[in-house]
């Protein structure tokens, strides 16, 4: 609902950074070993799940990476680091999904991008492109890495939020016209699986109110069938508005309106609810002062958009949540709501889908995962969402990147483990790095080990997802705390940065208990 600076603070000089940590076991202790991995092909809903292209559940538990929709026409970030090394970040972190704000603007010809320095190696793929072509190349590796990437519609132009789909200056028909040339972009890149169509809809935008000048639910049923007439096989991701029927809530947070009037489009089984939610950190509330809090969240939450997912009407997914944690409101609000989205554990894919606002640490009235230095992750706000991070999805190949590899052990009941070692990004001074461990045994890890000696001078600097000492060339990495239990053929990750580059590649010796 109450949006201050949190889309409008970002300008090529800023020096705000996203990092990301926490990685989540690649399968649960329970899944069957002969099974694919969720997540392949294009997916599809039943009932309140989402559905892969094998018909197995998955969960969408990923984070938003703002900065299409802004003057700089790309994400943000670049300016200091390597999108693939941010892209691996997110990974190792145990985030499976990407929400890529953009606007119409990106469209224009001759739309390029800006803050994106490309000195010392960093990014010198996305020199001289385009703001589209750099999208491509982020859904590209995004892929690779077992990422899905749903691509949100924020707002009509750079300059700022609008109520409604469509303003002056960017008719209905561009807002559609661009969608399906998004929807055409992609077709048969699996990796981008839906379009959020228009962000946070607030009043005077109606639900079901029969007014096509502000009927959201009726504007969200003819773009999403012009998304679906291009490319069949895509998500259509519908939020809520403000108000329904005198009862208003967060921008976008309201789809009390979808029990009466729900969205019909023309190829079923593609509709997924999003909603908005908020802590005071953005604007307050009067759940947030009621004596019960926080036990009167969930009916808060039931009552605005949960109903829909427990109702088994559709997938609910809560496209947008943070805070800067800084109140104890926040704190039981961020607990209450990560209970409430359902623990992985417990429930696996049968929960609602989610992507945390933001990685950016430059949201004015949130912050992000990662700290003003776009390097360090906030470990606090990440430990949050541990229990309802999900597993990544089958990449495209590079996760498991060449060079040294120790396949550890076997089969039988001893427990082993294997650790892969790629380089995402080198620029001669300093490179980073990330280390993906297997447990390749058939019983399950309680921690693991990773050692190596480097061949040169080289220095580890910082670690996200795990601790390190290191003497001299030697190195040993142990598991932080919310990763070191791995069931059979469970993976997690973790990613450090070191100097100087042009380091070869060591040999990994991984250890299991």
């Not at 600097?461 to 053929?489: D, K, P």
Request: charged residues 15%; proline residues 5%; hydrophobic residues 40%.
């Amino acid at each position: 609902m109450f949006r201050t600076l949190r889309r409008a603070l970002c300008t090529a000089a800023a020096a705000l950074l996203l990092p990301l940590t926490g990685a989540y076991a690649a399968q649960a202790a329970d899944a069957p070993t002969a099974a694919a991995a969720p997540g392949a092909g294009y997916w599809h809903t039943s009932g309140r799940q989402i559905l892969d292209a094998a018909g197995q559940p998955v969960r969408i538990a990923g984070i938003n990476w703002f900065g299409f929709e802004t003057s700089n026409l790309v994400v943000h970030g670049l300016w200091t680091r390597d999108y693939k090394s941010m892209i691996d970040q997110v990974r190792s972190l145990g985030y499976n999904a990407l929400r890529i704000p953009y606007s119409d603007d990106i469209f224009k010809p001759g739309a390029t991008p800006s803050g994106i320095d490309v000195s010392a190696g960093k990014n010198a793929d996305l020199q001289g492109l385009t703001s589209l072509q750099v999208l491509d190349r982020i859904v590209a590796y995004a892929g690779q890495d077992g990422l899905k990437v749903i691509l949100d519609r924020h707002r009509p132009d750079s300059a700022g939020q609008s109520a409604l789909w469509y303003t002056a200056s960017v008719p209905e028909s561009t807002w559609i016209a661009n969608l399906k040339s998004l929807a055409a972009r992609y077709q048969g890149q699996d990796t981008v699986i839906g379009i959020d169509l228009h962000n946070e809809p607030h009043d005077p935008a109606c639900w079901g109110c029969g007014d096509q000048a502000t009927d959201w639910r009726l504007a969200a049923q003819r773009a999403g069938n012009a998304v679906l007439s291009v490319n069949p096989d895509l998500l259509v991701f519908v939020e809520g508005v403000q108000t329904y029927n005198g009862v208003s809530g967060w921008w976008g947070g309201n789809l009390m309106g979808v029990a009466q009037y729900p969205v019909q489009l023309s190829v079923p089984g593609r509709v997924v609810y999003s909603a908005h939610d908020y802590a005071t950190s953005v604007a307050q509330q009067s759940w947030f002062s009621d004596p019960s809090f926080p036990a009167n969240m969930p009916g808060v939450w039931d009552k605005y958009w949960g109903y829909i997912f427990k109702q088994n009407i559709a997938p609910v997914w809560v496209g947008e949540f943070g805070t800067t944690l800084q109140s104890a409101v926040d704190q039981k609000w961020l607990a209450a709501l990560a209970d409430y989205l359902r623990p992985t554990s417990t429930y696996g894919a049968d929960s609602f889908h989610w992507t945390y606002w933001s990685l950016n640490p430059n949201s004015g009235d949130t912050g992000g995962i990662l700290k003003d230095d776009w390097t360090t992750v906030d470990t606090v706000k990440d430990g949050y969402l541990k229990g309802v991070k999900a597993p990544l999805f089958p990449g495209g190949g590079s996760g498991d990147g060449g060079g040294g590899e120790d396949n550890g052990g076997g089969g039988g009941s001893a427990p082993a483990c294997s650790a892969s070692y790629t380089v995402s990004s080198d620029w001669g001074g300093g490179f980073n790095a990330e280390v993906k461990v297997t447990n390749t045994g058939t019983a399950a890890l309680k921690s693991w080990k990773v050692t190596w000696t480097w061949g040169g001078a080289q220095k580890i600097s910082s670690m996200w997802n795990a601790s390190y000492t290191q003497s001299g060339a030697s190195v040993t990495v142990v598991n932080a705390a919310h990763n070191g239990s791995l069931a059979a053929g469970g993976s997690a990750g973790f990613g450090f940065g070191a100097a100087p580059g042009g380091a070869a590649t060591p040999a990994l010796t991984c250890t299991a208990a």
